[in-house]
């Protein structure tokens, strides 16, 4: 056996080991859902058991879980989009002007903990009559939203050619158009990259909700800790509830991945 073969099978059992390790918390999960409370504790019927629905029907129905969904999409959905309103013009600003110590501020919001702030954020938010209304979810996702928006469209801003720009106010546009005309249709993709990341964290988000929503406004990754009582777990409800917060995002990132890496990668070979 060749070296470059022996390489390329230690490469494919590494690759298949991250694998594993990566798709079998969610086998189980998934299998789990599938599960009564006895089937999982049974071990002999880890694989090989009679499937039921009646976690998701515990979940979809009887838990009201469609009214916790449609609280997670509308906090994930306006952080989004509130984000994007304000860093989109913000990354260009920074790319085009050479705001190194703006830049050097998003950079730090993204390194500070958010939950480090969650004290602070209570106090004031508590003195404003504001904790558990959509109003505060939506403001606390945007600290972690925002940086991230503005530090991966900077990417993009920075590897779109000047010339382009300079032509375009040459032909008479001023430079909000040519940001608007030229600029931004260009940064589709890193626009596109940049929501989807902002959604999934949203999305994902636990600690923010757990301590600033409320009753009517809390989210589903805090709605599934119902399923945990002091006295017992009911796994079968839990994983269901997890499957149905996990599935959403297992689909946008398998139809957006190209749009996740180049948004990762952008600006990375520049020069």
């Not at 390489?7 to 969610?26: C, D, Q």
């Not at 110590?101 to 950079?107: G, T």
């Not at 938010?125 to 991230?148: A, E, K, Q, W």
Request: hydrophobic letters at 55%.
């Amino acid at each position: 056996m060749t070296t470059r073969r022996r390489l390329s099978l230690l490469r494919a059992l590494a690759i298949t080991l991250v694998v594993v390790i990566l798709v079998a918390p969610l086998g189980w999960m998934v299998l789990a859902s599938l599960k009564t409370n006895v089937d999982i504790y049974d071990a002999s019927k880890a694989f090989v058991f009679t499937p039921t629905l009646d976690n998701y029907t515990t979940v979809l129905q009887q838990a009201n879980y469609s009214r916790f969904i449609l609280n997670s999409f509308w906090v994930a959905a306006a952080a989004t989009f509130l984000s994007l309103l304000l860093g989109v013009p913000a990354a260009y600003a920074m790319s085009r002007f050479g705001m190194k110590r703006s830049a050097l501020v998003v950079l730090m919001a993204r390194i500070i903990p958010g939950v480090s702030l969650l004290v602070p954020w209570y106090y004031v938010f508590s003195n404003m009559r504001l904790v558990g209304s959509f109003t505060v979810l939506i403001l606390s996702h945007m600290f972690v939203s925002l940086p991230l928006i503005v530090y991966i469209l900077m990417g993009f801003f920075d590897g779109l050619p000047i010339e382009l720009e300079e032509a375009a106010m040459v032909d008479g546009l001023t430079p909000i158009g040519t940001f608007w005309r030229i600029c931004l249709p260009l940064a589709m993709g890193g626009i596109a990259t940049a929501s989807i990341l902002s959604f999934i964290f949203s999305w994902n988000n636990f600690m923010f909700a757990l301590v600033l929503s409320g009753r009517s406004t809390k989210t589903l990754p805090v709605a599934i800790f119902d399923f945990v009582g002091y006295a017992s777990i009911d796994w079968g409800g839990l994983m269901a509830a997890a499957t149905i917060v996990t599935l959403p995002i297992m689909v946008i990132a398998l139809f957006t991945q190209k749009y996740i890496v180049s948004g990762l990668t952008a600006g990375a070979t520049k020069g």
